[in-house]
């Protein structure tokens, strides 16, 4: 993965980008999307949508996005997020990018009484 400067991604260029079949294309536009001025419910479906598709550079692209979205907003949907990632948990080239996602739910989104443990979701 390569990091650099995230240019802005407007709705309407965001849909475009993810009906594509560029897996590169996608993952950039997931990444830019959470971090531009688009609605953060759809990008958080947008992510969980993504994260069905086999190739694990959209993988990632989708769990670093649902880290931004948390930390910028302090809000994800708790429960969809852990069931959609709960497939994933098994799968050592994603398992580490999910704990850092679990980090920023915890850190961001869950209060004392919701921390998110190590265990399976």
């Given at each position: 993965?390569?990091?650099?400067?995230?240019?802005?991604?407007?709705?309407?260029?965001?849909?475009?980008?993810?009906?594509?079949?560029?897996?590169t294309?996608?993952?950039?536009?997931?990444?830019?999307?959470?971090?531009?001025?688009?609605?953060?419910?759809?990008?958080?479906?947008?992510?969980?949508?993504?994260?069905?598709?086999?190739?694990?550079?959209?993988?990632?692209?989708?769990?670093?996005?649902?880290?931004?979205?948390?930390?910028?907003?302090?809000?994800?949907?708790?429960?969809?997020?852990?069931?959609?990632i709960?497939?994933?948990?098994?799968?050592?080239?994603?398992?580490g990018?999910?704990?850092?996602?679990?980090?920023?739910?915890?850190?961001?989104?869950?209060?004392?009484?919701?921390?998110?443990?190590?265990?399976?979701?």
């Amino acid at each position: 993965m390569k990091y650099g400067l995230v240019q802005p991604i407007g709705l309407l260029e965001a849909e475009a980008c993810l009906e594509s079949d560029d897996p590169t294309l996608i993952a950039d536009s997931l990444l830019r999307a959470s971090l531009s001025d688009i609605d953060h419910c759809w990008v958080e479906s947008a992510c969980l949508h993504a994260l069905d598709r086999p190739e694990l550079g959209v993988r990632w692209a989708a769990l670093s996005a649902l880290g931004h979205l948390a930390r910028r907003y302090r809000h994800v949907d708790v429960s969809t997020v852990m069931a959609a990632i709960q497939p994933l948990r098994a799968i050592p080239s994603v398992s580490g990018k999910i704990d850092d996602l679990l980090g920023d739910i915890n850190v961001f989104v869950c209060n004392e009484n919701e921390k998110i443990g190590d265990q399976d979701p």
